[in-house]
């Protein structure tokens, strides 16, 4: 007869180690669409604080210009953004990146100013919600993106309260993916009216790495050049990220 209580004594060291043993390290391969290079870099945890170390936001910014564009390429073939051409692309990004604010420590210092009424502030929080689903469809994880949109927000609130009401009655009352993209696009352009282009990626630049930032910047610039047309698309694969959206948008009518 077999002792099992022996069994289980012999066998739970190896069930202790295996349990405790540390996971292997992850690592992503990102190649160009030329074979003349190739980098590698350690693949990030799917929610990075915002303002993360030094290390991991420099890490490949010893890229040259051509590498930088076969990423941007490769990106935009992977979303099957054909309408708009890599150089453009990185035009965009070098341009936003001249005229980058030196330092980001304005937007986590940034607080509510006074008391808010219901209205404002289910404005705000909707605002909040609206830019961390444009982030996320530009590859941003998801809790990065919210602390993303809240920096963004928050620099821009006071025009924004004031065109909340507006843009969720006509674009989201309803999961369409292409009017939900124009709504989108609207809000973008408002916080971009009042702090520009190049202080958005700011924000995202001091929240990811580098080959994400390059990604998200990519695709950011590929939605405004389109005029929302490639993130309509995108949003069509994103059902439950745009309800959440538009529940947000429901409190917004209700308390204004």
Do not use: W
């Amino acid at each position: 007869m077999v002792n099992f209580n022996l069994v289980l004594l012999l066998s739970l060291p190896f069930a202790l180690t295996s349990a405790f043993a540390p996971t292997p390290a992850q690592t992503r391969t990102l190649v160009g669409h030329t074979p003349s290079f190739g980098f590698v870099c350690k693949a990030p945890k799917k929610d990075t604080a915002l303002f993360a170390g030094d290390e991991m936001v420099t890490a490949g910014e010893d890229l040259n210009d051509d590498q930088i564009k076969s990423l941007i390429a490769d990106t935009l073939l992977k979303e099957e953004i054909t309408d708009v051409d890599a150089d453009v692309i990185l035009k965009s990004i070098e341009g936003a990146e001249k005229s980058a604010l030196s330092s980001i420590e304005s937007f986590s210092s940034i607080e509510t100013q006074g008391l808010l009424s219901p209205c404002e502030s289910a404005s705000i929080e909707f605002a909040i919600d609206a830019v961390a689903l444009g982030m996320q469809a530009a590859g941003m994880p998801g809790g990065v993106s919210k602390n993303v949109g809240k920096a963004i927000v928050r620099r821009a609130q006071k025009k924004l309260v004031k065109e909340m009401k507006n843009i969720v009655k006509d674009h989201f009352g309803s999961p369409n993916p292409v009017n939900i993209a124009i709504g989108l696009i609207k809000i973008f352009n408002i916080i971009i009216g009042d702090i520009g282009f190049s202080d958005i990626l700011s924000v995202v630049r001091k929240s990811v790495n580098f080959f994400d930032y390059i990604k998200i910047a990519a695709l950011l610039s590929a939605y405004f050049v389109t005029a929302g047309g490639a993130l309509g698309v995108k949003l069509a694969l994103m059902t439950p990220a745009i309800l959440d959206v538009i529940q947000s948008g429901i409190a917004v009518g209700k308390k204004c």
